[in-house]
């Protein structure tokens, strides 16, 4: 796959990171990080609906059935600059009631019984979940221009975060609360040897935003923070310590802060330090002048990034991460106490991660090369379409 004399020339720990092909092709199973709280993936073969690279026609919104509706959105919103490619849809693509029915749906697959309180589907819920997940599958098609292909995964992975109880005073200890709010620490989708995975997208399920929230049956309230999805590196600036840090650690062949020490000046400690600042700063805490985004999730909403850049190397302003969504209480009093909506259901925060893959024979004759040609073909067509 990579003929004598294709290399390009690079520092040896960037070249020695090229070896992510093998891992690749051996690894088409592996999952990436997981934290702790699991994910749900899976595999398939799909029918070829297009060529990779090819158009994918948009001109048709995704059947509604009745109020669970799956649509196209008008169009998606750049939430960064270039290098990092990242949008959100201007509209959710999928209603609220097909959000519940999803989270539902992968609640009682992943507590495959073991759970009483996860009620499992009947038949007919069943069928429509498959089916508004596969107009969803649709959907992310043609906002990335990214056709499903043989050997790209069935299912997304399922994440869900219920609150962790936190005394306010972690907001006095930095150190403290960056390891509440991200306690998985921040990574590339291109860790495990996945450089393949040159788009994500994930699908919010919930609502979480930070602010006051009356708990049910009592007078004081509770600050409910984080369940967003920070991009430290989102907007950049020209000489910015954080982004040496985070190639730094690519070049090392690192996709993941919390494969590194702990050491405070370490670089996986200055890219949870800078997305810790984007929290800060979007909560009137302190303003560290962060160039970072944080994405909050809205049910039905749809974000999409690209983790690989132009020459088919993991993008470091990629790096991503998500936040433990928190409830900081101001009373000792019931720490352990369950936060729940306006409607009587547990607050939690739900999401559907997808990638997207370049297939293999999209650059099979052209090694990296190929490869590299692939990567900066569908950037540039994202960037065309909505920058």
Same mark, same amino acid.
């Given at each position: 796959l990579f003929p004598h004399g294709q290399w390009p020339t690079m520092a040896p720990c960037r070249i020695a990171s090229l070896s992510? =092909?093998?891992?690749?092709?051996?690894? =088409?199973?592996?999952?990436?990080?997981?934290?702790?709280?699991? @994910?749900?993936? @899976? %595999?398939?073969?799909? +029918?070829?609906?297009?060529?990779f690279g090819s158009e994918i026609d948009s001109s048709?919104?995704?059947?509604?059935?009745?109020?669970?509706?799956?649509?196209? +959105?008008?169009?998606?919103?750049?939430?960064?600059?270039?290098?990092?490619?990242? =949008? %959100?849809?201007?509209?959710?693509?999928?209603s609220r009631e097909g959000c519940s029915l999803l989270c539902r749906?992968?609640?009682?697959?992943?507590?495959?019984?073991?759970?009483?309180?996860?009620?499992?589907?009947?038949?007919?819920?069943?069928? =429509? !979940?498959? $089916?508004?997940? *596969?107009?969803?599958?649709?959907?992310?098609?043609?906002?990335? $221009?990214? +056709?499903?292909?043989? @050997?790209?995964?069935?299912?997304?992975?399922?994440?869900?975060?219920?609150? #962790?109880?936190?005394?306010?005073?972690?907001?006095?200890?930095?150190?403290?609360? #960056?390891?509440?709010?991200? +306690?998985d620490g921040l990574h590339v989708d291109t860790n495990n040897g996945k450089l393949f995975r040159h788009v994500t997208a994930i699908l919010y399920l919930t609502d979480n935003q930070d602010g006051y929230l009356e708990r049910s049956g009592m007078d004081n309230s509770v600050f409910m923070a984080g369940g967003g999805t920070t991009f430290p590196l989102?907007?950049?600036?020209?000489?910015?310590?954080?982004?040496? *840090?985070?190639?730094?650690?690519?070049?090392? @062949?690192?996709?993941?802060?919390?494969?590194?020490?702990?050491?405070? !000046? *370490?670089?996986?400690?200055?890219?949870? %330090?800078? *997305?810790?600042g984007v929290f800060n700063r979007d909560n009137g805490l302190k303003n560290h002048g962060c160039g970072g985004v944080r994405v909050m999730p809205e049910a039905g909403k749809l974000i999409f990034f690209h983790n690989v850049d132009d020459d088919g190397m993991s993008d470091c302003t990629s790096f991503h991460g998500g936040e433990e969504l928190m409830s900081v209480i101001s009373s000792p009093q019931q720490p352990d106490c369950h936060l729940e909506s306006s409607g009587g259901t547990l607050l939690t925060k739900s999401i559907l991660v997808f990638f997207k893959e370049i297939p293999l024979e999209a650059f099979r004759e052209r090694g990296r090369v190929g490869f590299a040609e692939q990567c900066a073909k569908s950037r540039h067509r994202t960037q065309a379409m909505y920058y």
């Open positions: 992510w =092909l093998l891992p690749c092709v051996a690894c =088409l199973v592996a999952p990436p990080y997981l934290s702790p709280r699991g @994910g749900l993936v @899976g %595999r398939r073969h799909w +029918p070829q609906k297009a060529a048709t919104d995704v059947l509604h059935e009745g109020c669970y509706r799956v649509e196209t +959105p008008e169009t998606m919103i750049p939430l960064s600059r270039p290098p990092l490619l990242l =949008l %959100r849809s201007s509209s959710p693509i999928l749906h992968f609640d009682s697959l992943k507590a495959d019984g073991t759970d009483n309180d996860v009620q499992s589907l009947n038949e007919d819920e069943l069928l =429509l !979940a498959e $089916n508004l997940l *596969s107009d969803v599958h649709d959907v992310i098609d043609t906002v990335t $221009n990214c +056709p499903r292909h043989d @050997g790209e995964m069935l299912k997304p992975r399922y994440v869900r975060y219920v609150p #962790t109880a936190v005394d306010e005073s972690v907001f006095n200890d930095q150190k403290r609360l #960056t390891d509440a709010l991200l +306690p989102a907007n950049p600036s020209e000489s910015n310590y954080v982004q040496y *840090s985070a190639q730094r650690l690519l070049d090392c @062949g690192i996709h993941h802060t919390k494969r590194v020490d702990r050491n405070e !000046a *370490s670089f996986g400690r200055a890219l949870e %330090r800078a *997305s810790l």
